[in-house]
C-alpha cells in the first residue's frame, strides 16, 4: 500500500516563497512517478510538475515553469515543489500523486495518477 502526504501550505503575500513536500511510503515507491496538481476554487484540478524517483527526470507544466521546482530526496523519500515569485493566481490546494506506471515517463494526466494525498492549501494574498 502506497501513501503520500503532503505540508507545508499556508499564506504568502504575493512575490513570497514556499515549499511543499510530499512524504510517500510503501514498499515499491521508487518504482513510481510523483506529481503535483492544484485546484483552486471552481476549477478543474490540474497538472503542476512530476518526477521520476528512478531517473530524475522532471516535467513542469508551462504556467508556472521557471517559477517552480520539483526535486526528490531518496533517502527520505519525500518530494518538494519549491513555489518561488508566487501570483495571486496559484491559490489552490496542491496534492501530491503517485502513479505506479510513470516510473520513466511521469504523465500529466490526473487520470493516470493512483494514490492521492489529502491536499495542502497555499492562499498568496496580493
Known amino acids: 500500500q502506497v501513501q503520500v502526504v503532503e505540508s507545508g501550505g499556508g499564506l504568502v503575500q504575493a512575490g513570497g516563497s514556499l515549499r511543499l513536500s510530499c512524504a510517500a511510503s510503501g514498499r515499491t515507491i521508487r518504482r513510481y512517478a510523483m506529481g503535483w496538481f492544484r485546484q483552486a476554487p471552481g476549477k478543474e484540478r490540474e497538472f503542476v510538475a512530476a518526477?521520476?524517483?528512478?531517473?530524475?527526470?522532471?516535467y513542469y507544466a508551462d504556467l508556472e515553469k521557471g517559477r517552480f521546482t520539483i526535486s526528490r530526496d531518496n533517502a527520505k523519500n519525500t518530494v518538494y515543489l519549491q513555489l518561488n515569485s508566487l501570483k495571486s493566481e496559484a491559490t489552490a490546494v496542491y496534492y501530491c500523486?503517485?502513479?505506479?506506471?510513470?516510473?520513466?515517463?511521469?504523465?500529466?494526466?490526473?487520470?493516470?495518477?493512483?494514490?492521492w494525498g489529502q491536499g495542502t492549501p497555499v492562499t498568496v494574498s496580493a
Open positions: 500523486a503517485a502513479d505506479r506506471s510513470g516510473t520513466y515517463s511521469p504523465p500529466r494526466n490526473k487520470d493516470d495518477y493512483d494514490y
Open positions: 518526477i521520476s524517483w528512478s531517473t530524475g527526470n522532471r
